[in-house]
């Protein structure tokens, strides 16, 4: 069982089309980061959200952590096919001094 | 992009034997760490440094050791290979921002 949930699992859309990513869980984090992975490559740090509510945006990317600090989304707006990918999230908590990673979801925007 | 390199970067072996995967950095980060990733698994972590000869397990350490004698080195060793250990591992490190981490290219290891 992950700490992390990711949702959906897999997700493929048509160039333009808006599409969200859930990151869910039981416990409270006291950050959480998203990362987006290519194949053949590691994961690449998108953004670090650290307050209850806030949201961040990359571009066309938007980040929100929950207010529980519980739970997190991305959504890409107007994606491209450049925007595909695996994308992780992962959460830290102070106490362990480590990252804990959800299962991912692997996006295919096509042209 | 974080100067960290991994090697080799694929290897195929054989069960029953050792195998030690290298992580350099250039960065001069205090923390290290390795990971594998296997679908529907995600990034699960193996063991990380907190500085040179600092070590500690995380939560798949059984079957691997670490070192760390330098702060730019940090190596991995399945002393007995198994096939369960068939993997994709990255190395990442991170400098005052545990949770901000930089990860390398990864190591395709195949255990035949």
């Given amino acids: 069982t992950q700490l992390l949930e990711q949702s959906p699992q897999f997700l493929s859309i048509q160039e333009g089309e808006n599409l969200t990513v859930y990151c869910n869980s039981s416990s409270v984090f006291s950050s959480l980061q998203w990362y987006r992975q290519e194949p053949g490559e590691g994961p690449v740090l998108l953004v670090t959200v650290v307050t209850g509510g806030e949201v961040k945006k990359l571009k066309r990317l938007t980040f929100q952590f929950g207010d529980a600090r519980k739970d997190s989304s991305l959504h890409i707006t107007a994606a491209q096919p450049g925007d595909t990918g695996l994308y992780l999230c992962a959460g830290f908590k102070a106490a362990g001094n480590k990252l804990t990673f959800g299962g991912g979801t692997r996006v295919l925007v096509k042209p | ?112």
């Avoid at chain 2, 992580?23 to 594998?36: A, F, K, S, V």
């Avoid at chain 2, 907190?50 to 060793?77: C, H, I, M, N, P």
Wanted: aromatic letters at 12%; hydrophobic letters at 20%.
């Fill in chain 2, 1 to 112: 992009d974080a100067g960290i390199t991994q090697s080799p970067r694929h290897k195929v072996t054989e069960t029953g034997t050792p195998v030690t995967l290298r992580c350099h950095q250039t960065e001069n980060h205090r923390y290290m760490y390795w990971y594998r990733q296997d679908p529907g698994h995600g990034l699960r972590l193996i063991h990380y440094s907190y500085g040179v000869k600092d070590t500690d397990k995380g939560e798949v350490s059984d079957g691997y050791s670490v070192s760390r004698s330098k702060t730019e080195d940090f190596l991995l060793t399945l002393e007995s290979a198994t096939s369960s250990q068939t993997s994709v591992y990255f190395c990442a490190i991170s400098s005052g921002s545990p949770y901000e981490q930089y990860f390398g290219p990864g190591t395709r290891l195949t255990v035949t």
